[in-house]
């Protein structure tokens, strides 16, 4: 008796299968004018089967072949476009023949390789590039952010955003892509390098001046009413013109804002003047413990330009949270200098709209209990937590 236990051995392809693989290929291959469908489809279904059983030397001979062609049969192609990478190159490359769900399967069932091919393509549709963003490979996200003829839906942005947080040197990128939203550009701020912050400040910030012109009659409505309604006083907080809390200082122990960072420079920034200081800018102790303990920076500016600080009190302010004017050898501090260059190029209509924005997004809008309340209700995707922008931004900043 034959013992069976063991697989037969490999036996090489004979000249018979080398010349009916090739034959397939030819058919297949073959202009729409040249075959009906029917032969086509058919020739395609035994070319598949016979590759299941072939040598790369064969599967990239088909590969190379089919590249060109966009009559060829999809499973053929999906299947070779699944292969080794040297096998799927040609036609990761070069084939128009593929579709979005095509390219879909193939990014889930390979390797980073041909994911990276396929992030380097044109004229990739919004699915695939949302595909390639959840797979969050770094290489492969880079590739997919320089590539200019790959659109990038809102919700892909999203994904994107929250990915740079942990990838910083996608910043830059994203910084430059039309898709780009004032949401995602104030989120990112918060991790971004020094030249996309300039550039974040100085592009994406909006002087409002639309908004306040249209709805000067909702103001004088909503003080009639007594600001009782806190949606309607929230959302027209953004829009406003007026920066300072005048109540505040009208409250306060210090004279001003001036006179709350006169005294830090004196004595040093704690909790208290934190708070004091936020409120008398008009903005959330949340939002202004951010801007202070920022390494960057830059939030002083925004924070000094938008509520009327002149030049000398960014100073005061560096100088208040035990930050160097001078570098060891006596030259001006860069990290000062470079806040210093960020007040002088922002007007205070954009500084005003990113510091509302800010405050916006991350204090009256954030609130963690809510959120997990949110999350553990587990409440239906139309809930203010799933599409609110500010709440959105609160988690990006913040984490959840």
């Not at 070779?80 to 193939?106: G, M």
């Not at 880079?142 to 659109?151: E, G, Q, T």
Request: net charge neutral.
């Amino acid at each position: 008796m034959t013992d069976t236990s063991e697989a037969p051995a490999f036996k090489p392809p004979g000249a018979a299968r080398d010349a009916l693989v090739r034959r397939l290929i030819d058919v297949v291959a073959l202009p729409g004018s040249r075959v009906p469908p029917q032969d086509r489809s058919m020739a395609g279904d035994i070319l598949l089967d016979m590759l299941l059983h072939s040598t790369d030397r064969e599967r990239s001979l088909c590969a190379s072949r089919l590249a060109v062609c966009r009559d060829a049969p999809r499973r053929v192609l999906r299947y070779l476009a699944q292969c080794s990478f040297a096998v799927a190159k040609p036609l990761l490359e070069e084939s128009e023949a593929f579709d979005s769900c095509d390219l879909v399967e193939i990014i889930e069932n390979s390797s980073v390789d041909h994911r990276l091919a396929i992030a380097r393509r044109r004229n990739l549709g919004p699915s695939v590039t949302d595909c390639l963003a959840r797979v969050a490979e770094p290489q492969v996200v880079r590739d997919l952010l320089l590539n200019r003829n790959a659109p990038l839906a809102e919700s892909t942005m999203d994904k994107l955003i929250a990915l740079s947080r942990d990838e910083p040197s996608f910043c830059p990128i994203l910084a430059e892509r039309v898709e780009l939203r004032a949401s995602h550009a104030m989120a990112m701020f918060w991790w971004a390098d020094a030249p996309t912050r300039r550039k974040i400040l100085t592009r994406q910030a909006a002087d409002r001046s639309e908004m306040i012109s249209l709805c000067r009659d909702v103001f004088e409505m909503a003080a009639a009413e007594g600001w009782k309604d806190d949606v309607t006083r929230k959302a027209l907080q953004l829009i406003e013109r007026r920066q300072r809390n005048r109540a505040a200082i009208e409250r306060s122990a210090y004279d001003s804002l001036e006179g709350a960072i006169a005294a830090a420079a004196a004595r040093g920034v704690d909790a208290e003047l934190v708070q004091e200081i936020g409120y008398l800018a008009g903005i959330k102790p949340v939002t202004a413990a951010k801007i202070l303990s920022d390494l960057g920076g830059e939030g002083l500016a925004v924070l000094c330009k938008s509520t009327g600080l002149k030049r000398d009190y960014l100073r005061l302010l560096w100088t208040a949270l035990r930050r160097p004017l001078e570098s060891p050898d006596g030259e001006p501090d860069p990290g000062f200098l470079r806040v210093s260059e960020t007040y002088e190029v922002l007007s205070v209509a954009k500084a005003q709209t990113t510091l509302r924005y800010w405050n916006w997004s991350l204090s009256s809008a954030y609130s963690p209990g809510a959120m997990r309340q949110t999350h553990d209700m587990g409440l239906p995707a139309n809930e203010e937590a799933e599409y609110s922008t500010s709440q959105r931004t609160a988690r990006l900043v913040f984490g959840n």
